[in-house]
């Protein structure tokens, strides 16, 4: 099996098709150009509609409404009581083998379902059918032209069997763009975990340093690796003989200098040794906090960022108005929102496109969350949260916290200029408290040490240097290891990057290319078509530059023109030319396991003359049978001139043609081989007491006979009657009947016999009296249910006027092959 074809649909209450009880059946030749022809308002788009939902899911036109139309209400038939559509769709190997019924029905509240024989993937299948050249009207050879280069292309890839790998290629550039890529790693976030456990890295090396030099009396640059450090750091407490049982077997790190204290405590008697190393611990406290935090420097840096987002915010509006730009450009954004200039939150439609205009606003925002960003990395990397320590110690009952405030905002709402002063101001005053209490500590440190003997103060002093180093060496150690695991977090990240970039890089070559090839495949057949259709000295081109997705359109020659914008010079019926070239030649090369091409209303920008061209093509080259090995074509059409085309073809083979008529409210029924369901349809109604639908249907019963008997017996009619079909009333062809049998009689060549003449007038009577005239005012209260039941046995006698018994004795009867010949 190589492809599917259509060979029936079924409908009931979707969309303009209720047929409630009496689903519409629509039978298509797989081996036929097929054309169904309704007036306005009959079903036609209702069929194409159908068939869409049942391919793909939605219907773009309904989806794309504005909120407040509520556009999912209409899937189904509004007057089905059952409030329930059924699309069933059969369809049938190209290479012979059994059909296949899918049926999809949706619900009044949106649910969908879909169901198939034993042993069939029925979504599957459907999803197979979903091709972009096998639903096709005027709006999207439309959008096709007026599209965006880029748009274009991407629609043309998916014409080109290629829209699985444009989508690819699309989600790849989407993974590599740098932007994006930052954002979902995070990789700001990465930078200032390095920048900032670097800073502490510098910070607790020089802590190191000093505590070193404390304990020990020597510098640490003297002795390489940390092994000899700690080594050194250890003999340093090792060699006083109270610590060395506390030091013995043990590294410097397991070294309990609580116990180191108590030890030297155990040896002299008095208060004051705990209270000297108290002092020393508060003075290395007040110390690492005095050198701890911003620099001067880093208050002008930050008072410049926070200076620029203020400035930035001041031409914003505000978070609300923020958040509902940014769900409005979404929308508009989406593809399913086709008009760009259209706000949908309004509804109001503007002269230009709304999408600019909604970047430039969140462009405003985006620049105050950049600054944003700025002023949380000055904040990590320059350790300000230092300050909170410092405002800590030296806050005074009553105060408020204005640094811890602050640190908790600072990822949401930053830090303006203000705040910033304020910040120095406080840490000012902070730093001359501190700077008072670090004075009172060393001056009481230097009474007790001149009380205390020298020996206790020097011992106490390597004790608590011993602290201070262990402590720094364990956050040297743990700033090592964030900056250690950033840098691995980094380095994958990079891989990543360079990996998409690679991959998105030689995709879109590889896509690009075969993208190329099959546009050079297409482009002869394309030209080939539109000639066929337009017969100018008009040459289409369609340009892809190379390794790009963009399609444009150009022309090659535009009649004593070469190389010029399509766009700029061809009219509308032109236009429309090139994009059914476009997806006709791409149909015939590119198919898929769809094998058939619907087409609705696609000729509405043509002339009589290019319509019939456009046909002749699709007959003779384009589908089957005329191309053995091309598509299934199914026409949809509400033009008058196309549906005397239609019927003109289906006398001559190889064409299929069906006619709707019917309401929206009542039902839509084809007059093709199927009037007698017309008239089934009627007297169930009528039998029912249901008069007001089976006077509806009785109407289009009667048109239909009236025309059958000017068809099939050849009655001559006006010229506006044949050319307009506005003038194809009941009433106009009675006339017309009746004045082509009088003139037979006068000539006295009526092939009618006496009792047909006879019942003409008797018919015709029942006919005018009993419906016509009531009918004609618009009310049905003066019918009745058996009254209608006459009229419709009496359409029947009269038709059964013009035909006579073939052959004779056998029952069979056909019409009249003219008023003057059996």
Same mark, same amino acid.
């Given at each position: 099996?190589?492809?599917?074809?259509?060979?029936?649909?079924?409908?009931?209450?979707?969309?303009?098709?209720?047929?409630?009880?009496?689903?519409?059946?629509?039978?298509?030749?797989?081996?036929?150009?097929?054309?169904?022809?309704?007036?306005? &308002?009959?079903?036609?788009?209702?069929?194409?509609?159908?068939?869409?939902?049942?391919?793909?899911?939605?219907?773009?036109?309904?989806?794309?409404?504005?909120?407040?139309?509520?556009?999912?209400?209409?899937?189904?038939?509004?007057?089905?009581?059952?409030?329930?559509?059924?699309?069933?769709?059969?369809?049938?190997?190209?290479?012979?083998?059994?059909?296949?019924?899918?049926?999809?029905?949706?619900?009044?509240?949106?649910?969908?379902?879909?169901?198939?024989?034993?042993?069939?993937?029925? %979504?599957?299948?459907?999803?197979?059918?979903?091709?972009?050249?096998?639903?096709?009207?005027?709006?999207?050879?439309?959008?096709?032209?007026?599209?965006?280069?880029?748009?274009?292309?991407? $629609?043309?890839?998916?014409?080109?069997?290629?829209?699985?790998?444009?989508?690819?290629?699309?989600?790849?550039?989407?993974?590599?763009?740098?932007?994006?890529?930052?954002?979902?790693?995070?990789? $700001?976030?990465?930078?200032?975990?390095?920048?900032?456990?670097?800073?502490?890295?510098?910070?607790?090396?020089?802590?190191?340093? &000093?505590?070193?030099? &404390?304990?020990?009396?020597?510098?640490? =640059?003297?002795?390489?690796? =940390?092994?000899?450090?700690?080594?050194?750091?250890?003999?340093?407490?090792?060699?006083?003989?109270?610590?060395?049982?506390?030091?013995?077997?043990?590294?410097?790190?397991?070294?309990?200098?609580?116990?180191?204290?108590?030890?030297?405590?155990?040896?002299?008697?008095?208060?004051?040794?705990?209270?000297?190393?108290?002092?020393?611990?508060?003075?290395?406290?007040? %110390?690492?906090?005095?050198?701890?935090?911003?620099?001067?420097?880093?208050?002008?840096?930050?008072?410049?960022?926070?200076?620029?987002?203020?400035?930035?915010?001041?031409?914003? $509006?505000?978070?609300?108005?923020?958040?509902?730009?940014?769900?409005?450009?979404?929308?508009?954004?989406?593809?399913?929102?086709?008009?760009?200039?259209?706000?949908?939150?309004?509804?109001?439609?503007?002269?230009?496109?709304?999408?600019?205009?909604?970047?430039?606003?969140?462009?405003?925002?985006?620049?105050?969350?950049?600054?944003?960003?700025?002023?949380?990395?000055?904040?990590?990397?320059?350790?300000?949260?230092?300050?909170?320590?410092?405002?800590?110690?030296?806050?005074?009952?009553?105060?408020?916290?204005?640094?811890?405030?602050?640190?908790?905002?600072?990822?949401?709402?930053?830090?303006?200029?203000?705040?910033?002063?304020?910040?120095?101001?406080?840490?000012?005053?902070?730093?001359?408290?501190?700077?008072?209490?670090?004075?009172?500590?060393?001056?009481?440190?230097?009474?007790?040490?001149?009380?205390?003997?020298?020996?206790?103060?020097?011992?106490?002093?390597?004790?608590?240097?011993?602290?201070?180093?262990?402590?720094?060496?364990?956050?040297?150690?743990?700033?090592?290891?964030?900056?250690?695991?950033?840098?691995?977090?980094?380095?994958?990240?990079?891989?990543?990057?360079?990996?998409?970039?690679?991959?998105?890089?030689?995709?879109?070559?590889?896509?690009?290319?075969?993208?190329?090839?099959?546009?050079?495949?297409?482009?002869?057949?394309?030209?080939?078509?539109?000639?066929?259709?337009?017969?100018?000295?008009?040459?289409?081109?369609?340009?892809?530059?190379?390794?790009? %997705?963009?399609?444009?359109?150009?022309?090659?020659?535009?009649?004593?023109?070469?190389?010029?914008?399509?766009?700029?010079?061809?009219? %509308?019926?032109?236009?429309?030319?090139?994009?059914?070239?476009?997806?006709?030649?791409?149909?015939?090369?590119?198919?898929?396991?769809?094998?058939?091409?619907?087409?609705?209303?696609?000729?509405?920008?043509?002339?009589?003359?290019?319509?019939?061209?456009?046909?002749?093509?699709?007959?003779?080259?384009?589908?089957?049978?005329?191309?053995?090995?091309?598509?299934?074509?199914?026409?949809?059409?509400?033009?008058?001139?196309?549906?005397?085309?239609?019927?003109?073809?289906?006398?001559?083979?190889?064409?299929?043609?069906?006619?709707?008529?019917?309401?929206?409210?009542?039902?839509?029924?084809?007059?093709?081989?199927?009037?007698?369901?017309?008239?089934?349809?009627?007297?169930?109604?009528?039998?029912?007491?249901?008069?007001?639908?089976?006077?509806?249907?009785?109407?289009?019963?009667?048109?239909?006979?009236?025309?059958?008997?000017?068809?099939?017996?050849?009655?001559?009619?006006?010229?506006?009657?044949?050319?307009?079909?506005?003038?194809?009333?009941?009433?106009?062809?009675?006339?017309?009947?009746?004045?082509?049998?009088?003139?037979?009689?006068?000539?006295?060549?009526?092939?009618?016999?006496? &009792?047909?003449?006879?019942?003409?007038?008797?018919?015709?009577?029942?006919?005018?009296?009993?419906?016509?005239?009531?009918?004609?005012?618009?009310?049905?209260?003066?019918?009745?249910?058996?009254?209608?039941?006459?009229?419709?046995?009496?359409?029947?006698?009269?038709?059964?006027?013009?035909?006579?018994?073939?052959?004779?004795?056998?029952?069979?009867?056909?019409?009249?092959?003219?008023?003057?010949?059996?």
């Amino acid at each position: 099996m190589t492809g599917w074809l259509l060979e029936s649909l079924e409908i009931e209450g979707f969309r303009g098709i209720n047929n409630e009880g009496d689903p519409l059946r629509l039978g298509f030749s797989c081996d036929a150009v097929n054309s169904v022809f309704a007036p306005n &308002a009959v079903g036609k788009s209702s069929i194409f509609d159908a068939l869409a939902f049942a391919i793909r899911g939605s219907i773009r036109k309904l989806d794309t409404l504005p909120a407040s139309e509520r556009g999912s209400e209409y899937y189904v038939n509004r007057f089905h009581t059952k409030a329930i559509g059924t699309i069933k769709i059969t369809v049938v190997p190209d290479g012979g083998g059994t059909s296949v019924c899918v049926t999809v029905t949706r619900t009044m509240d949106g649910k969908r379902s879909v169901s198939g024989p034993p042993g069939v993937d029925a %979504e599957a299948l459907l999803a197979s059918l979903d091709r972009d050249f096998v639903l096709l009207d005027h709006k999207t050879f439309q959008t096709f032209i007026d599209d965006k280069a880029i748009d274009r292309g991407r $629609a043309f890839s998916g014409l080109l069997g290629l829209s699985r790998y444009s989508s690819l290629r699309q989600e790849l550039q989407g993974l590599a763009n740098t932007r994006a890529f930052n954002g979902h790693f995070e990789t $700001a976030v990465l930078t200032q975990r390095a920048t900032a456990a670097q800073h502490l890295i510098n910070q607790h090396t020089s802590a190191v340093h &000093a505590d070193f030099a &404390a304990l020990t009396q020597t510098s640490i =640059t003297e002795y390489q690796g =940390t092994a000899a450090v700690l080594a050194k750091a250890h003999e340093a407490l090792n060699q006083i003989p109270v610590l060395t049982p506390h030091c013995a077997g043990k590294s410097f790190a397991e070294i309990v200098i609580d116990d180191c204290l108590k030890a030297v405590s155990a040896t002299e008697v008095g208060t004051d040794k705990d209270r000297l190393a108290a002092l020393i611990r508060a003075q290395g406290r007040c %110390e690492a906090l005095t050198s701890a935090g911003p620099t001067d420097a880093d208050f002008a840096i930050l008072t410049d960022l926070a200076i620029r987002r203020d400035q930035a915010l001041a031409d914003t $509006a505000g978070s609300m108005l923020r958040d509902l730009y940014l769900l409005s450009r979404d929308v508009i954004a989406d593809e399913s929102w086709l008009n760009k200039s259209a706000c949908p939150i309004c509804d109001h439609v503007s002269d230009h496109s709304l999408l600019d205009q909604l970047q430039a606003k969140l462009a405003r925002y985006e620049a105050v969350e950049a600054a944003t960003v700025h002023i949380s990395t000055e904040w990590k990397t320059k350790n300000w949260a230092a300050l909170a320590s410092l405002e800590q110690a030296e806050q005074r009952e009553g105060e408020p916290s204005i640094i811890a405030g602050i640190e908790q905002k600072l990822t949401t709402h930053a830090i303006t200029a203000v705040q910033v002063k304020a910040i120095l101001e406080w840490r000012s005053q902070l730093l001359e408290r501190l700077a008072a209490r670090l004075l009172q500590i060393k001056a009481d440190r230097h009474t007790l040490e001149q009380r205390l003997p020298p020996s206790l103060v020097a011992v106490t002093t390597s004790v608590e240097a011993a602290r201070r180093l262990q402590s720094s060496l364990q956050d040297l150690s743990s700033a090592e290891a964030e900056s250690a695991a950033v840098k691995t977090q980094q380095s994958a990240v990079e891989r990543i990057k360079a990996f998409l970039d690679a991959a998105s890089s030689r995709f879109a070559t590889a896509e690009g290319n075969a993208a190329t090839r099959r546009l050079q495949a297409v482009q002869p057949l394309c030209k080939d078509i539109f000639s066929a259709i337009m017969h100018q000295p008009v040459h289409p081109m369609l340009v892809k530059p190379k390794g790009g %997705e963009e399609v444009s359109l150009s022309l090659s020659r535009f009649w004593s023109l070469n190389n010029v914008s399509a766009q700029a010079l061809l009219p %509308e019926s032109f236009r429309n030319a090139l994009a059914v070239s476009v997806y006709l030649a791409a149909a015939s090369l590119y198919g898929g396991p769809a094998r058939f091409v619907v087409l609705d209303d696609i000729t509405s920008s043509f002339d009589a003359g290019h319509q019939f061209h456009l046909m002749e093509v699709i007959r003779n080259t384009f589908a089957r049978p005329g191309k053995v090995d091309g598509p299934q074509v199914i026409i949809l059409s509400h033009d008058t001139l196309l549906e005397k085309l239609f019927n003109k073809n289906t006398n001559q083979g190889g064409w299929s043609h069906q006619r709707l008529e019917g309401t929206a409210r009542t039902a839509v029924l084809p007059q093709s081989n199927a009037v007698n369901r017309v008239k089934d349809a009627t007297v169930r109604f009528l039998n029912a007491g249901q008069v007001e639908d089976g006077a509806i249907r009785l109407r289009q019963y009667l048109e239909f006979k009236l025309l059958e008997i000017i068809s099939r017996v050849q009655i001559p009619v006006p010229v506006d009657f044949a050319l307009d079909d506005q003038k194809k009333q009941v009433q106009a062809s009675i006339d017309a009947i009746e004045a082509a049998v009088r003139l037979h009689q006068t000539a006295n060549s009526l092939v009618l016999d006496a &009792a047909q003449i006879s019942g003409l007038q008797i018919n015709i009577a029942t006919i005018t009296g009993n419906f016509l005239s009531h009918f004609a005012t618009g009310s049905t209260q003066a019918f009745s249910a058996p009254s209608l039941l006459g009229v419709v046995s009496a359409i029947d006698a009269y038709a059964d006027c013009f035909t006579c018994e073939d052959p004779a004795g056998s029952g069979k009867r056909r019409y009249y092959r003219s008023l003057s010949r059996r």
